[in-house]
């Protein structure tokens, strides 16, 4: 069993910016610094590695994060 992305790189700002138009909200972000106390232990960057998991053997397609996401809040409208 493995617990893996995509294999494709998203900001949170892609996601949040996925999240505000599929809820049909006004995008209201704004910004903070990364408190120093967790810097240095921050993820600032994720890309999983399916190198493993296609050497296996899976060669199917990815669902992306638009269609992912969108499909949570159809299947979850009291969200």
Do not use: C, W
Request: charged share 35%; net charge positive; proline share 1%.
């Amino acid at each position: 069993m493995f617990n893996v992305g995509t294999g494709d790189a998203r900001t949170f700002i892609d996601v949040t910016k996925i999240l505000y138009k599929e809820l049909k909200i006004k995008e209201n972000i704004s910004f903070i610094d990364t408190p120093k106390n967790i810097r240095k232990h921050y993820q600032y960057y994720t890309k999983a590695n399916i190198t493993k998991l296609r050497k296996y053997g899976y060669k199917k397609k990815f669902q992306n994060i638009e269609d992912g996401i969108k499909l949570f809040i159809k299947e979850n409208k009291e969200f």
